[in-house]
Structure formats: C-alpha cells, structure tokens
C-alpha cells in the first residue's frame, strides 16, 4: 500500500470535448505535489474527480490504498479526503471558530454533517471540537479572529479559514484548487507556510495552482497538465527548463525570468 493518494488512467469528456486524457499521477504523503497548466486545461475537473464531485469515464482514485467509489463526496471524509475550492467556500453567518468546528464535526461523523442539523450532541463532543478548532486557529495565528463572522474577514484570512477547515477533518490528503487565486501578495506567505505545514504534518498536498511563484516555492513535484493530459513532470528546475511547459503557458517564443516568477 502507498501512503497518500494515486490517481490512475482517469479520463472524463463533457459531450464531445476530452477534458481529462488518461490522467496518471501521484501526491505521496508528507509532501507537495503540484498541478499545473494552463486555463481550461483540466485542473479543477481533475479536482472534482478526485473529490467525488465528478463521475470520471475511466480510471481509479486511490487513497491510502483504497479506491474510492466514483462520483460519491459524501465519502471522502470517511476516507480522510479534504479540498478547498477555487471560490472560496465557507459558511457565512457563522464564526470562524463554528466555522473550523464543522470541519472537526465532520471527521467525528464520518462526513454525515446532516447529524449536526438533526441530532443532539453530547457537551463533552461539543466542548472537544471546540478546542480542537481554537488549537487549530492559534497556529495559523487566527485565534483573534475566532468570534469574528467569517466573511468579515479578509479575503486572504477567509481562504486560510476554509484551508484550517479542512485541517480540522485530519485528512490524509488534501487537494487544493488553486488556493493562491485572488489574494493579495500579503498574504501569499502564511499561505505557502500553511500548505507547507500540512505535508509537515504527513499528509500528502495536491496543489492545483495557477501561481508559478508558489509552486516553485514550496513543491518537491510538479505535474504539468495541458488539454487535459499530463505534458511532462518533475521537479520545479526540470519542469520550468522544459520548452513545451513554456510553450503551453506562453505560445511559441522565450520566457523571460520576470514570467516564470511572477
Ligand atoms: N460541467 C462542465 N460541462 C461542460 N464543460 C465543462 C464542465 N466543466 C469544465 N468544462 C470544460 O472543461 C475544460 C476544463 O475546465 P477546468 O477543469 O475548469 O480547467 P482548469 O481548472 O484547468 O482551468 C474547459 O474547456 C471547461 O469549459
Ligand atoms: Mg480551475
């Protein structure tokens, strides 16, 4: 059995357009492995695919060992599979802290975040969760931020909310779909200190990104998918030296360094 999630010969075609191509890859645990590719290469179908969100037409999606049913979301908790999304996805009219908190219910229930709604709770539950989402918040340094409503926040406090979310799950694997979009440079920093502390932590990082700066800064692995196939792979050097990466980015011609940095 290998630790962290394995993703093999995964295919998936919307109509007549081929959106995933025989997709092979592998995110092992305790460390970062980068998606990258241009828009519309796949990316966050591949996302969906592995969360459950999407039915594939072909392949497997592994996680410590065990295949996952296609196409059912309510599983992955069970299976310790997080995501965030490209569009931030919290829940508003709640605190930061209930906020982190339905994260570690989740866990407890096996997923079933209905039982939250419906059925009584033990205080003892309760009073779990809750200081185990605080302990979470204070090491991300949100615990200022525990009572504030959570889209009073920030955008870039709002994605580390919904990233502690799923922290609080203890997932195994995490896939983040493109974490870096819209924040401000500010914020980029605890960003990549976040993600880098989940691989720390043993779990195994799927980072979709658009950000070339980011998945440089903090990836062992990057992937690089174009017209939903898998263009090439390795290491951050190998793969911004590789011509058809800057081809599939930029067209024909040189990429300067300013490009591949920003
Ligand atoms: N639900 C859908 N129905 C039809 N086409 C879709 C759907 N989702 C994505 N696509 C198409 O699949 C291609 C890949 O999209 P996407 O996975 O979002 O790429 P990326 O995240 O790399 O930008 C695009 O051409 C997009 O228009
Ligand atoms: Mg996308």
Redesign the pocket.
């Known amino acids: 059995m290998s630790a962290g999630l394995q993703i093999s010969g995964v295919s998936k075609a ?2 007549g ?1 081929q ?1 995933l191509r025989d997709v092979t890859l592998r995110a092992p645990a305790g460390s970062i492995t980068a998606v990258i ?10 996302a ?1 695919v592995i969360s459950g969100f ?1 039915t594939q037409d072909a392949g497997t999606v592994v996680v410590n060992g065990a295949t996952l049913p296609p196409g059912r979301a309510m599983t992955r908790a069970a299976r310790r599979l997080g995501r965030t999304f ?1 569009n931030l996805e919290v829940f508003t009219g709640m605190t930061v802290l209930q906020n982190v908190a339905m994260g570690a219910y989740s866990r407890q229930r096996g997923g079933h975040l209905a039982d939250l709604v419906r059925g009584p709770r033990s205080r003892r539950d309760e009073r779990e969760v809750h200081e185990a989402a605080r302990a979470l918040l204070d090491r991300f340094g949100l615990e200022g931020r525990a009572d504030s409503l959570v889209e009073s926040l920030p955008f870039g406090e709002a994605k580390l909310v919904e990233m502690v979310r799923v922290l609080a799950m203890e997932p195994e694997v995490v896939v983040l ?2 974490p870096a979009a819209g924040l401000p440079p500010a914020s980029a920093l605890p960003l990549a200190q976040t993600i880098a502390g989940m691989a720390a932590d043993g779990i195994g990082v799927l980072l ?1 990104e658009h950000n070339m700066k980011l998945v440089m800064s903090i990836s062992e692995h990057v992937v690089v ?1 174009d017209q ?1 196939q898998v263009l090439t792979e390795g290491t951050p050097t190998q793969v911004q030296q590789d011509a058809r990466v800057i081809e599939a980015y930029l067209g024909p011609g040189p990429m300067t360094t300013e490009e591949l940095t920003r």
């Open positions: 919307y109509g357009l959106v590719g241009p828009n519309g290469a796949g990316k966050s179908t591949l969906n999407v490209q779909d493109e979709i998918l939903g």
